[in-house]
C-alpha cells in the first residue's frame, strides 16, 4: 500500500503573513504493506510521512489533533520556538499528558521570527517512528530567499522501517535491558528502495528538468539512526540548517542527526540519466549492530530511458566522523548575529551511556546489557525519569513531589570523560535516577558544554533543546579545556538540535528569555528511554510579555 505524501511545490503556497492557519490532526491505525509484510502502523490522517503543516513567518497556528487510536498521544513541533506557549511544546508528562484514547487536544502557537523546514511528531513513547511530518514557514511576503530561486521544492523525509510493532520494539528494550533490534530498512518519504525485500517498485522519485536547480528541503525523521545523505555525482550546496540560513557551503554528503533539517541546493546539470539519492547510516558507537543497506531514491532527468539503471552513489563508510565534523566546519550564520558575550550561568553537562547492575531474579531474561547488567544513559550521570503529571504542570500549580530542582550546573564527579569512567574505575558505570531540573533565571545568559563521555563507548549525540535554538559557538575532540577551546563569537550557526561529536564537546549559548519548563534530550529515541535527558525551568520576568500563561481548557489530563 502507498500512502498519500505531498511532496513538493512548483510555486510557494505562500500565504498571507500573520495570518490564523487552521490543520485537524487524525492519531489513527493505519494497515499498511511493505516489505513483503503487512503490519498495523500509527499515523496522522492514514498518512506516511504525515500531512506537511505549511505556514509564513509569523503565522497563529491552531493544530486540533485527536486520538482515534488505543495509544496515548501527543505532537512536538520540533524546533517551533513556542514563545509563551510551552503548553503547545508536545513532550508528554514534561509539558503536557497524553492524549488519551478518544480524546482531542488543540494545539495553539505562533511563528515569531521564523521561517526554514522544521518537522512535527509524536513525543510519546516511540510512536515518533511512524508519526512524523514536513513544517515548511515561508519569509514574510516580498521577502526573497537569500539564494536563486529553485524551479521547485521537494521535501525528502528520512526514516527507519521495523516489522514489528514499536511498542513493543520499546517494550522489548524496557524488559531486556538490553539494546533495540536492529532496523529492517531505512525510508525516503515513506519508500525503501529497491535494495530490500521486495521492494523494486517501492522507490521515491523526482523528475527533474535538466539545467534547473532544486530545493531540496531534508529532515532525519529516523528513531534511532543518524543518517548521511548523498546523490550520485552532484554536489549539494546548503543554505539553511534547522531553520535558519547559512553561508552557502558545497559538499557531496551531509549528515544529519535525528531532528536536523538542512535545505540544500542542486542543479540538474549532469548528462541525462537517472541517478540515486541514498541514505545511509553513520555509526560512531562501538560494538553497535545497525542496518547497514541503503535506502534509494531517483534523481530522474527528463529524457531519461524509464527502465534504465540509476547511477549508483557513494556513500561515507559508516564510521566515518571525519566526514561530519568537515561539514560541522563550514556551518555559519548568513549573517553576523547577535552572540551573548558576557555570561552569567555556565553550565557543564556530560552525555552518555551507563550500565545499571542486574536487580532482576531472571538475569537471562532482563539483564542483556553490558557485563550483565542493564542500559541506562545520562547527563551530568543522572537518568532522567518521566513524572506521573507533566513537569510543567507541578510546576505551574506548585505541586511538591513530582520533580527536584536540583540537576547539578557540573558533573558531581570530574574524571578523564572520553577514556574512563567516573574515577577512572571501569565497573563505576552506575548514574542516579530520578527527576531533576535545572533552573534559570528570566533573562540569564546562558553558555552550556556538553562532553560526550566514554563510560561505555564514546558517540555522537544529537542534543535537541525545547523551546530553543541555540548559537553553536564551539565543539572539539577530546576533553573540553577552557584553555585551549576555540570559539566563533562572530557568526556561529543558530540550532535546535546539536551533534555533540563523538569523544568530543560541543559549547551552546542562549538567552532564557522564554518562561516554562523545557526539555533537553538526546534524540536517539533509545537514549531517552534509557534516561539521557533533563528539564529546565525558565522562571517569569516581569509583565506579562515575560510570563507564562495560564494552561489552555482542553489540557489533557493524567
Not at 293 to 313: D, H, R
Not at 529 to 553: D, R
Request: aromatic share 12%.
Amino acid at each position: 500500500m502507498l500512502l498519500p505524501f505531498a511532496s513538493h511545490v512548483s510555486a510557494a503556497p505562500w500565504p498571507v503573513g500573520g495570518s490564523t492557519r487552521f490543520y485537524d490532526f487524525k492519531v489513527q491505525t493505519t494497515r499498511i504493506t511493505k516489505l513483503c509484510k503487512s503490519k498495523d502502523i500509527t499515523t496522522i490522517n492514514g498518512m506516511l510521512p504525515g500531512p506537511v503543516v505549511y505556514a509564513q513567518e509569523d503565522d497563529r497556528m491552531i493544530i486540533k489533533v485527536t486520538n482515534e487510536t488505543p495509544h496515548n498521544a501527543t505532537i512536538h513541533w520540533h524546533g517551533v520556538r513556542q514563545r509563551l506557549s510551552a503548553w503547545s511544546d508536545g513532550p508528554s508528562y514534561i509539558t503536557q499528558c497524553p492524549i488519551q484514547a478518544g480524546q482531542s487536544f488543540t494545539y495553539e502557537f505562533t511563528l515569531v521570527k521564523q521561517k526554514g523546514t522544521l518537522l512535527w511528531h509524536a513525543h510519546v513513547s516511540w510512536l515518533r517512528a511512524t508519526v512524523y511530518g514536513a513544517i515548511v514557514i515561508y519569509p514574510k511576503n516580498g521577502v526573497p530567499y537569500p539564494f536563486p530561486y529553485p524551479y521547485e521544492e521537494h521535501i525528502l523525509i528520512l526514516g527507519e522501517y521495523w516489522y514489528e510493532d514499536y511498542l513493543k520494539l520499546e517494550s522489548d528494550v524496557m524488559k531486556t535491558g538490553g539494546g533495540p533490534r536492529t532496523a529492517d530498512a531505512f525510508l525516503i518519504n515513506g519508500h525503501p528502495g529497491p535494495l530490500y525485500n521486495c521492494s523494486q517498485n517501492d522507490v521515491y522519485k523526482i523528475d527533474v528538468v535538466p539545467g534547473k536547480t532544486y530545493l531540496l528541503r531534508i529532515i532525519n525523521a529516523a528513531l534511532n539512526q543518524e543518517l548521511f545523505f548523498t546523490i550520485s555525482n552532484h554536489n549539494l550546496t546548503i543554505v539553511e540548517a534547522d531553520a535558519e540560513y547559512t553561508k552557502p557551503f558545497t559538499t557531496d554528503q551531509v549528515m544529519l542527526g535525528p531532528g536536523q533539517t538542512v535545505n540544500v541546493l542542486v542543479t540538474a546539470d549532469k548528462s541525462i540519466a537517472r541517478y540515486s539519492m541514498a541514505v545511509g547510516p553513520y555509526q560512531s558507537a562501538k560494538n553497535v549492530p545497525f542496518q547497514n543497506k541503503s535506502a534509494i531514491a531517483y534523481f530522474q532527468y527528463e529524457g531519461a530511458t524509464l527502465n534504465s539503471l540509476p547511477l549508483s552513489a557513494k556513500l561515507p563508510t559508516f564510521n566515518d566522523s571525519l566526514a561530519v565534523v568537515s561539514n560541522m566546519d563550514s556551518f555559519r550564520s548568513l549573517n553576523a548575529v547577535d552572540v551573548p558575550l558576557e555570561i552569567d550561568t555556565n553550565l557543564f553537562f556530560t552525555v552518555g551511556l551507563n550500565a545499571e547492575k542486574c536487580h532482576s531474579p531472571t538475569p537471562n531474561k532482563s539483564c542483556q546489557g553490558p557485563n550483565g547488567g542493564v542500559f541506562a544513559a545520562s547527563m551530568n550521570n543522572f537518568s532522567f525519569v518521566k513524572p506521573k503529571i507533566s513537569v510543567l504542570q507541578a510546576y505551574y500549580d506548585n505541586i511538591h513531589g513530582y520533580f527536584t530542582e536540583d540537576f547539578p550546573d557540573v558533573p558531581l564527579k570530574s574524571y578523564d570523560f572520553v577514556n574512563g569512567a567516573p574515577n577512572n574505575i571501569p565497573n563505576d558505570t552506575q548514574s542516579v535516577i530520578g527527576t531533576r531540573v535545572n533552573v534559570l533565571e528570566y533573562g540569564s545568559r546562558v553558555q552550556l558544554i556538553l562532553q560526550d563521555t566514554g563510560i561505555l563507548t564514546t558517540e555522537n549525540h544529537p542534543i535537541h533543546l525545547h523551546g530553543y535554538s541555540f548559537y553553536v559557538v564551539g565543539y572539539g575532540s577530546g576533553n573540553y579545556n577552557p584553555q585551549t577551546a576555540r570559539f566563533n563569537l562572530i557568526d556561529p550557526p543558530y540550532m535546535n538540535t546539536i551533534a555533540v561529536p563523538v569523544g568530543g564537546w560541543a559549547a551552546i549559548r542562549f538567552v532564557a528569555d522564554n518562561p516554562g519548563v523545557w526539555f533537553m534530550h538526546c534524540h536517539l529515541e533509545v537514549h531517552l528511554t534509557w534516561g539521557l535527558g533533563m528539564a529546565f525551568i525558565v522562571k517569569n520576568g516581569e509583565g506579562v510579555l515575560e510570563t507564562l500563561p495560564h494552561p489552555p481548557a482542553d489540557m489533557p489530563r493524567c
